[in-house]
């Protein structure tokens, strides 16, 4: 399997040997971080613009971090510092970009579909770092790379997602991933957060959350995206904790080996209890780490490298 991509857009459009590909490609680049030099000159020479237009911590830190690995020279935008608040229109902006020579843009925006508008437009290539409710790709890619180094595979595995389904993009991604390869996604949250519309993508909805826990090998937990919200979807963020929230009583009715993760951030004491998030079952903080490797791998093959054999290589 060779990537033929000039872009990173969404997981729906990827198959599972394509998924399958990044992973295997991580994997490579999470041995190269395990060394005393941590650099590759696999992006030398080439520009990358991160194009933040919504905020950002884990995401914006890990691309840069995973450019200044793989040696790119970089440019980091804030949409507050720069013209998009006089008015510039995002194409203008981005061509302006492009015209200073960079290769890649790296871009978060809350307009689901700004990237694949980006990707028409310029020449330059275009990964999408979380596009409003739609995708997050490189998300799904990190939490797929992480199971399957806890869970050595997907076939039989079952999955829940847990809280927030309908304005999260790391839930649609993740499921388009996790279903691709193999494993049985449930997703779970109240009825105005987890419509039944989502069984149209092949996963089963629930509404009772000791159900959609029972069975699981791994949990993922995901925040309330209040910022995408129009409408009060709950009474309160006292009465969801109440009812959906993983606390230490519900995580026993569990498998004993069941993994909780989380994409962050998290919203401690609401989706999750912290001796929950900080015990010796969660994967959260691993998951960032696994972020980096994940990430070099994608701007590693998107460059036009041929796989995880060419990163051992060189």
Known sequence: MIWHRKHLLDIESLSAEEITLVLDTARAFKAVGERAIKKVPAL??????????????????????????????????????????????????????????????????????????????????????????????????????????????????????????????????????LTKLGATVTLCGPSTLAPRVFEQMGCRVTHDVEEAIADADIINLLRIQHERQRKTMFPSLGEYASLFGLNKARLARAKPDALIMHPGPINRGVEIDSEIADSSRSLILEQVTNGLAVRMAVLFLVNGGKGPQEVAGG
Do not use: C
């Not at 020479?45 to 450019?67: A, C, D, H, Q």
């Not at 608040?85 to 981005?94: F, P």
């Not at 200073?100 to 437009?121: C, E, K, S, Y």
């Open 44 to 177: 030398r020479g080439k520009t990358v613009v991160n194009l933040f237009v919504e905020p950002s911590t884990r995401t914006r830190i890990s691309f840069e971090l995973s450019e200044q690995r793989l040696s790119a020279d970089i440019i980091n935008f804030t949409a507050e510092a720069s013209s998009l608040k006089k008015g510039e229109t995002l194409k203008d902006t981005a061509r302006n970009l492009e015209a200073l020579n960079a290769d890649f843009i790296v871009m978060r925006h809350t307009a689901a579909g700004a990237p694949h508008f980006l990707a028409r437009v310029l020449n330059a290539s275009v990964i999408n770092a979380g596009d409003g409710a739609h995708e997050h790709p490189t998300q799904a890619l990190v939490d797929a790379f992480t199971i399957r180094e806890h869970k050595g595979k997907f076939a039989g595995l079952n999955v829940t997602i847990l809280s927030d389904i309908l304005y999260s993009r790391v839930a649609r991604s993740d499921l388009w991933a």
